[in-house]
């Protein structure tokens, strides 16, 4: 049984769509993150939700928008795609507390063309 | 912003110890040290983590002075399938007082046969 799921594994899809990406989670965590991995392989911290409310935005565009319909979900919407956004994102989970192990999907990798 | 310093890559050969140092000058009373391994296409995975002196598992074992400034990661006989990116990562806190899992850029370490 997956951990942390994300779907899709892949996304290719034309500069000024709408998409979306789901995660999921089966540990009982109550944080949830996402991240992106640029081409240069450096993780950055996007977002940080604990129990379904936000508690980290790291400076993301407005067109980034994380939802949490309950503590198992944090799926992440992204409107007008541009060419910078290709990269692979990555949702995590944790334990609250800042030495709480973090749990990762195994990433979707967004192509925009 | 990561806090933490790595070497950008390694080089090792079958059979050998690997030690890779991180730097974390600006460490924090209630930070711990953690360490992750990531594959391609796999999200990061957690291996090992510690406070202070040494901490110990199948895996791993890491190495932290007194003074928590850096800490070694280190990996005995390494085989071809430890070849993957090693982050360290230590704690941080967000403007509201949240944790922020803070990746540094990782050290790429290739197992030569």
């Known amino acids: 049984d997956t951990a942390v799921s994300q779907t899709p594994k892949y996304l290719v899809t034309q500069m000024g769509n709408d998409k979306s990406i789901k995660c999921e989670q089966n540990?009982?965590?109550?944080?949830m993150y996402w991240y992106k991995q640029d081409s240069k392989k450096f993780l950055k911290i996007m977002f940080s939700?604990?129990?379904?409310?936000?508690?980290i935005n790291e400076t993301v565009p407005n067109r980034f928008s994380p939802k949490s319909p309950d503590k198992a979900h944090l799926n992440l919407h992204i409107n007008s795609l541009e060419l910078g956004d290709s990269a692979v994102y990555f949702c995590?989970?944790?334990?609250?507390?800042?030495?709480?192990?973090?749990?990762f999907g195994n990433g979707t990798r967004l192509t925009v063309t | 912003l990561a806090k933490t310093t790595q070497p950008i890559s390694m080089d090792s050969y079958e059979g050998q110890e690997v030690n890779i140092t991180c730097s974390h000058n600006?460490?924090?009373?209630?930070?711990?040290i953690t360490w992750y391994q990531q594959f391609p296409s796999q999200g990061p995975r957690f291996i090992i983590q510690?406070?202070?002196t040494k901490v110990t598992n199948e895996v791993a074992s890491l190495f932290i002075p007194a003074d928590r400034k850096s800490s070694t990661l280190s990996l005995p006989r390494v085989s071809l399938s430890d070849t993957a990116v090693y982050y360290c990562?230590?704690?941080?806190?967000?403007?509201?007082?949240?944790?922020?899992?803070?990746f540094g850029r990782g050290t790429s370490l290739i197992v030569h046969p």
């Open positions: 540990l009982g965590h109550d944080t």
């Open positions: 600006n460490i924090a009373t209630n930070d711990y």
């Open positions: 995590a989970s944790s334990r609250p507390g800042g030495a709480a192990p973090l749990h």
């Open positions: 990562l230590v704690g941080d806190l967000a403007s509201g007082g949240s944790y922020i899992p803070t």
């Open positions: 510690g406070y202070k």
């Open positions: 939700y604990n129990n379904k409310e936000l508690i």
